[in-house]
């Protein structure tokens, strides 16, 4: 939008208006206009002269992930009147689906900025320490490489933009792209079973890159070891298999929907770890071991899994879960709710106070680890040394009678005698 134009024959005429000094009622203007937003775009008034005229620009940006809206309406131009967009429902499914189309990674989160201004909001020297390449001594150049990355776009008048997929990786701080500030990774440890009391309540400003080591050596300072003895030694252990955590926590960051609002949150408690992020996943979380994996965000991902961060093969769930048997814990949870996916790894807890959910879950899924690796069967022994050797075989028995209960499991066919039956999963 342009002030200092006349609409008809674009002469130039100059304005008075000031959008620094306009208030609106007590309030200052820009404020107001801020306020009255969402989401709160990134606007911007310019003050520029032209023979001897004073001319005002409004630069929008365009709508990222929904419409933008004004004091809780959206609005839409049509002739040369405002109209609400729910009175145009044609209009309205149109522009939902030029919005769909756009790629969030291909997105600008900043716009028109300088080459200065990428080198101090982006971290690019750890680019080229994790992707193992030297850094050029032009900065010329190294824009020339972020560009090929997409993590920067060129304008017509020498300006850049930076993409949401390098601000998520390596922006130095969130906080510098305002539709990026909630998704700061958010870390709490709390002092008991429950979130009465927050010991620690952190969030990480920097971009997953930049960050997700610093989350996984929080993790491994404030989690405690076991003493695990195995034949004469005595051997210090992780309580939790450190690639479950990392491989849950990359999951959560890779998957989750950047056009709903909230931090992926990691949340440590005396017993468990629950990850929490934002979005519903793309396929049913029963079938996360076998099904091809389906990415919200291929080129985040991409890159990670490039920077030996995630998996790409769709293996990383399967040998999370295999850990968590090696270490003969509690099954995870993956609890999917209206808006967001909950994956709870669970400390080490006694066979006996496990509930009929963690049985039944464990028999699950260690029935799906075995047919997704080489079509192997669940079976009465297997089940078995999974839980622990010590466990009778009836109790073993009544935990796989459960689970068929359940329909998560179906007799396979091929065994003689109940102890001798195989199993496979329901979708096998």
Not at 220 to 238: D, F, H, K, S, Y
Not at 311 to 335: H, M, T, W
Not at 341 to 357: E, G, R
Request: hydrophobic share 35%; charged share 25%; net charge neutral.
């Amino acid at each position: 939008m342009i002030w200092g134009i006349n609409d008809p024959d674009k002469r130039l005429i100059g304005t008075t208006f000031d959008p620094q000094t306009k208030k609106t009622g007590n309030q200052d203007y820009i404020l107001w206009l801020q306020q009255l937003l969402e989401p709160k775009i990134d606007f911007r008034f310019s003050n520029i002269t032209i023979d001897g005229n004073n001319i005002v620009v409004l630069t929008i940006p365009f709508a990222k992930n929904k419409p933008t809206s004004f004091s809780g309406i959206e609005y839409i131009r049509i002739g040369s009147a405002n109209k609400k967009l729910l009175d145009f429902p044609e209009k309205e499914n149109k522009l939902w689906s030029i919005i769909n189309r756009s790629i969030f990674e291909t997105i600008p989160a900043l716009e028109n900025i300088s080459i200065d201004e990428i080198f101090l909001l982006l971290d690019y020297i750890k680019y080229f320490r994790l992707t193992k390449k030297e850094i050029p001594g032009n900065p010329s150049e190294i824009i020339k490489l972020l560009m090929s990355e997409g993590f920067i776009s060129e304008n017509m008048d020498t300006s850049y933009n930076i993409t949401n997929l390098a601000a998520i990786l390596f922006a130095n701080n969130l906080d510098n792209f305002s539709i990026l500030s909630s998704k700061k990774i958010r870390f709490i440890q709390y002092d008991g079973y429950n979130k009465l009391h927050a010991v620690r309540d952190i969030y990480f400003n920097k971009g997953y890159a930049l960050a997700f080591e610093d989350i996984i050596n929080t993790i491994a300072m404030l989690v405690p070891n076991n003493e695990i003895i195995g034949g004469t030694l005595r051997i210090n252990q992780q309580t939790y298999p450190p690639e479950s955590v990392r491989e849950f926590i990359a999951n959560a960051l890779i998957h989750q929907d950047f056009s709903i609002s909230g931090n992926p949150t990691i949340e440590l408690y005396k017993d468990r770890i629950e990850i929490t992020n934002t979005g519903i996943p793309l396929i049913d979380p029963k079938r996360f071991i076998d099904e091809p994996p389906q990415r919200r965000n291929e080129k985040l991902c991409a890159f990670m899994y490039r920077i030996n961060i995630c998996e790409n093969r769709g293996s990383g769930i399967d040998r999370a879960l295999q850990k968590v048997e090696e270490y003969q814990l509690p099954p995870p949870n993956f609890l999917q709710k209206t808006n967001n996916m909950v994956v709870t790894i669970f400390a080490p807890k006694p066979f006996k106070d496990m509930d009929k959910d963690d049985r039944i879950r464990a028999c699950y899924q260690h029935a799906c680890l075995l047919y997704a690796n080489g079509g192997r069967k669940l079976t009465n022994a297997s089940l078995r040394n999974r839980f622990g050797n010590n466990i009778h075989a009836a109790t073993i028995s009544q935990i796989i009678g459960h689970t068929l209960m359940e329909n998560l499991i179906k007799n396979s066919e091929d065994g003689t005698g109940r102890k001798n039956t195989k199993y496979i999963p329901f979708w096998a």
